[in-house]
Nanobody, 120 residues
């Protein structure tokens, strides 16, 4: 009922930058939080950053000072600006959006994932 479309991944050299986008569509009454997760080969999926409905943000320690999460509420879109990328940032990045579709029925939707590869 709520679809997410991600874009912006790719191959970048160490120290470079990428910007990920995730657009949500569907009959949403309210978005409570928009997040980015990542999953590297052989590792569990981890939360990278979250932005709440009040624009409060949270980052995992390894990306603080390098990544910035933001949102455009009018477009139901969340962004992840990634600067000073390191090889250890290589992973598939997933967008996650949680909220309410109608009355008190909640939703928890995931994007299809976008590959980010940091390599020289």
């Amino acid at each position: 009922q709520v679809q997410l479309v991600e874009s912006g991944g790719g191959l970048v050299q160490p120290g470079g930058s990428l910007r990920l986008s995730c657009a949500a569509s569907g009959r949403m009454r309210r978005i409570n939080a928009m997040s980015w997760y990542r999953e590297a080969p052989g590792k569990e999926r981890e939360l990278v950053a979250t932005i709440g409905s009040g624009s409060n943000t949270m980052y995992t320690d390894s990306v603080k000072g390098r990544f910035t999460i933001s949102s455009d509420n009018a477009k139901n879109t969340v962004y992840l600006q990634m600067n000073s990328l390191k090889p250890e940032d290589t992973a598939v990045y997933y967008c996650n959006v949680r909220g309410v579709i109608i009355f008190s029925t909640s939703f928890d939707s995931w994007g299809q994932g976008t590959q980010v590869t940091v390599s020289s």
